[in-house]
């Protein structure tokens, strides 16, 4: 009798099930975009730190001077112009706006009220930091002056971004010293 040939193989054997590792290309790249996208993510929040820290500083400085100014240790006059220097010092060594350095007067209230979005400085209690600061009798509400200053300053800080103004890491710690 014959015997079926068929008959005598035996059972196929599937191959084994492919390892996860190592992945396969697509896998590599989108771990590749990934590793990519979170360190410019990172790079992009540490700039904006950095384009910041200036205004921090102010802001800090503008707290203390304040709180100088409540407790009697300096005068509404020493509050203006020290506030005053502090703007131009944030202005002109931190954001590189060098036009800002030489206005005075009407032109630096101007400017300050173009900046602030606002006409407080050049109509309102923001008057003080023009010629006014400079007379014997300055009459000047601090409680008013403050929170507008700290606005001009973000308005500030918004019109530098957009016009892309760097800013370097001797002015960042330098700009309000």
């Known amino acids: 009798m014959e015997t079926d040939p068929l008959q005598q193989l035996k059972d196929v054997h599937l191959p084994a099930d492919p390892s996860w590792w190592p992945p396969a290309i697509g896998w590599w790249l989108l771990v590749g975009l990934l590793i990519w996208l979170v360190a410019w993510g990172m790079l ?3 700039r904006a730190w950095r384009y910041r820290a200036p205004i921090r500083e102010m802001r800090k400085r503008m707290d203390t001077l304040l709180q100088e100014f409540d407790t009697q240790r ?5 509050y203006t112009h020290q506030a005053n220097e502090l703007i131009k010092r944030l202005l002109v060594r931190a954001y590189g706006q060098s036009q800002y350095a030489h206005l005075t007067g009407e032109a630096w209230l101007q400017e300050l009220d173009r900046l602030a979005m606002t006409t407080e400085f050049s109509m309102g209690p923001g008057r ?10 300055l009459d000047v509400d601090v409680k008013k002056l403050h929170p507008l200053i700290l606005q001009a300053v973000e308005h500030t800080l918004t019109q530098t971004q957009a016009s892309g103004t760097k800013v370097s890491r ?7 010293s």
């Open 170 to 176: 001797t002015q960042t710690s330098e700009a309000v």
């Open 44 to 46: 992009r929040a540490l």
């Open 128 to 137: 003080a930091l023009g010629d006014t600061r400079f007379s014997k009798n």
């Open 74 to 78: 300096i005068s509404a006059h020493n």
